[in-house]
């Protein structure tokens, strides 16, 4: 007869990450941006200028980024950066339609 015997081996703590596909109109002033651990991201920005960021929590937590006009003003992918706080930067890309 075989036991299964459980890990001793804690669960690996979930990953900070983005939903790819965050899309804004024209002139809109932020951008949602939804994804897992959510508090881990701790800068985001576009050609070095810094985007101010905050979490809603209600109903799904997501993040709200306010958008420069370099970015809201015109149709177009764009790329921003964000970093976590264990310091792992990643692109990701705003749709203005």
């Known amino acids: 007869m075989l036991a299964s015997v ?7 703590a979930p990953t900070p990450s983005l939903t ?7 002139g809109d002033p932020t951008v949602s941006i ?3 651990v959510l508090d881990q991201f701790i800068t985001f920005e576009y050609a070095g200028q810094k985007l101010t960021t905050r979490i809603v929590r ?16 015109r149709q177009g992918a764009y790329t921003i950066v964000a970093t ?4 792992r930067s990643s692109r990701y890309q705003i749709t203005i339609n």
Do not use: E, N, Q
């Open 34 to 36: 939804s994804g897992t």
């Open 20 to 26: 790819p596909g965050a899309i804004a109109k024209v």
């Open 6 to 12: 459980p890990s001793l081996d804690p669960p690996a």
């Open 58 to 73: 209600a109903p799904s937590p997501h993040l709200l980024v306010d958008l420069p006009l370099s970015i809201s003003a």
């Open 84 to 87: 976590t706080s264990d310091g």
